[in-house]
């Protein structure tokens, strides 16, 4: 039998409050640690009962990150395999609901053996288990995880028993990252230190001592509260990390390695760093890439989850809005992104022509009615001043829907996620989802996931792969053009230019480049596979056209 691998775990945690970047610290520290040879893999942990993010509303949640096995995930998931240009499974996410989901099963299994079942140590077992699990599969040297929610508050501290748990079991093996932030109130004026001391303490009373403090903050730490927070957190005074608010979150490894984060880690988790060279210096191209750019590519993100409360939530469509950026850095031009609200039109506090204005229009997922007609308004107006459009899977659904309406005339055309009733359902429930529905059967019940699609010859889809013919993209998504209309949709111009093995999904449509610079959905979320160093070629294709 092969000798399994002994790896080397980090935890990270966040003190003070949430938002401080614990998910873009954890890939950052991944990041660096890569770039000195090591396998690094990375989980989350997220502590909501749920059992994944695919029924949680966007707008409470953020986007759901969906990977190529399926799983429904947390945002944090796509920075870590963004930032460390890896692929994650299932086994890489837990939350509170799938761990005692998976407890339950095996008690009623009878895998216990008749024992007592105890939320301590039994639960905190299952989770030192996976995330045994999820480093044996990647094989990694170093394993990342990164426990949601603030220390101090009740939801995570199972997790925080797991972690004590698992330091006790490899004393050399764990080290424990605190993200905690120190605000600056503008009438004090000064940086400070006490919310940081308490969570380091409460922290303490979970039977964790933290090995390196990052401390967030709008400016760079200074010496003065660095050896206060050693001081009464009892870490050494190298041990405080400084992160100041940044420009650019790719700066963030950047800036941990020239504080030295990578062989402060080491020495924490007792790895020699003798013959140790770090190469950071694709990442480091990549950034100078991104900066000093001149012209700038202007581009409407119309979309139907920006509202929240009186703010507005970019989050959701975090994949989208990072892969615009790749590809306009790769080719040289500054992203502009503007969200707009689809509601901003119904409700007439937004003119449909102030779209003119941009050089590209894209419209990403989403579900349900609200926010549905002002996205179609978009599409048409893209379409009829031949403004470059990309839709996202519900972007190519009512692409469709706009199509049939405005151009074949069928003026009620819908899909029957909306109305059911409507005489020309161009966008209708898959088959194998309908039972799934019919039993109130909401989880995990979309197509999901990876899956091949075919794609047709001299198609803007074609040459934006690079003339391969099949091509592996994520789904999430229910419904599906309706194959009684895709004739007479072709007839009427539109190609389906990508479809499912079997010929029976549409899954990319466009308008050919003669009537349209670019008129583009996919069924698939091609934001998902968009990396820094490896921009997603539709959303480059995309780009192009909005250029010129
Ligand atoms: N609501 C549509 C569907 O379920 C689109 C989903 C999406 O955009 N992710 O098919």
Same mark, same amino acid.
């Given at each position: ?30 990041? $660096? ?59 890489? &996410? ?17 895998? &216990? ?40 508050? &009740?939801?995570? $501290? ?54 390196? $403090? ?109 892969? $615009? ?116 059967? &909401? ?106």
């Amino acid at each position: 039998m092969v000798k399994k691998k002994k790896h080397k775990y980090i935890f990270v945690v966040g003190g003070v409050m949430s938002g401080v970047g614990k998910g873009i610290t954890s890939s950052s520290i991944g990041t $660096i640690l890569k770039a000195r040879g090591f396998n690094v893999t990375a989980l989350k942990i997220d502590p909501y009962i749920n059992v994944d993010a695919g029924t949680m509303n966007p707008t409470e949640h953020g986007e759901v990150f969906v990977l190529s096995d399926g799983d429904e995930t947390d945002q944090d998931m796509g920075n870590y395999e963004r930032f460390l240009d890896i692929d994650l499974t299932h086994t890489n &996410y837990m939350t509170t609901g799938r761990v005692y989901l998976e407890v339950i099963k095996k008690e009623r299994n009878l895998e &216990y053996k008749g024992k007592n079942v105890e939320v301590v140590p039994d639960i905190p077992i299952e989770v030192n288990k996976r995330i045994e699990k999820a480093s044996d599969i990647a094989n990694s040297d170093i394993t990342i995880i990164e426990i949601g929610g603030t220390i101090g508050e &009740y939801q995570n $501290i199972i997790f925080l028993e797991a972690a004590r748990m698992l330091k006790t079991k490899y004393p050399k093996d764990v080290a424990f990252v605190m993200v905690s932030y120190l605000p600056m109130p503008s009438k004090i004026g000064e940086m400070k230190t006490k919310p940081t001391q308490y969570a380091a303490r409460t922290l303490n009373g979970a039977g964790i001592q933290a090995d390196i $403090i990052v401390a967030r903050s709008e400016l760079l730490i200074d010496n003065k509260r660095k050896d206060k927070i050693a001081l009464f957190c009892n870490i050494d005074h190298e041990n405080v990390i400084s992160a100041p608010d940044v420009d650019s979150i790719y700066d963030v490894p950047v800036n941990f390695e020239k504080d030295n984060l990578g062989i402060k880690l080491c020495k924490v988790l007792n790895i020699s760093t003798k013959n140790q060279v770090t190469n950071l210096s694709d990442w480091k191209k990549f950034i100078a890439k991104s900066k000093n750019l001149n012209e700038e590519v202007n581009i409407a993100v119309v979309g139907k989850y920006f509202d929240s409360g009186d703010f507005v939530l970019s989050d959701v469509y975090i994949s989208v809005l990072e892969a $615009i950026k790749y590809s306009a850095y790769s080719l040289g031009k500054k992203p502009k992104i503007h969200c707009i609200n689809s509601k901003d039109f119904e409700k007439g506090n937004l003119k449909i022509n102030t779209l003119k204005k941009y050089d590209g229009i894209l419209v990403p997922g989403g579900f349900g009615e609200a926010g549905i007609e002002g996205l179609v308004e978009t599409i048409r107006f893209a379409r009829e001043n031949k403004i470059p459009y990309f839709g996202l899977c519900y972007g190519m659904q009512l692409m469709i829907i706009e199509y049939a309406r405005n151009v074949l005339n069928w003026k009620d055309a819908n899909t029957t996620e909306i109305n059911p009733k409507s005489s020309h359902l161009v966008i209708d429930i898959m088959l194998d989802q309908k039972k799934k529905l019919e039993e109130n059967n &909401y989880g995990n019940s979309m197509r999901l996931g990876s899956y091949e699609a075919n794609l047709k010859k001299d198609t803007i889809a074609h040459k934006a792969y690079g003339g391969k013919e099949k091509i592996i993209e994520r789904h999430r998504h229910r419904y599906e053009v309706n194959p009684k209309y895709i004739e007479e949709i072709e007839k009427a111009g539109l190609i389906f230019s990508g479809t499912s093995p079997d010929g029976k999904l549409m899954e990319i449509a466009e308008l050919p480049k003669s009537i349209h610079p670019f008129f583009l959905g996919v069924q698939f979320h091609p934001e998902f596979l968009a990396r820094p160093l490896s921009p997603h070629p539709l959303f480059t294709e995309f780009l192009k056209a909005t250029i010129k």
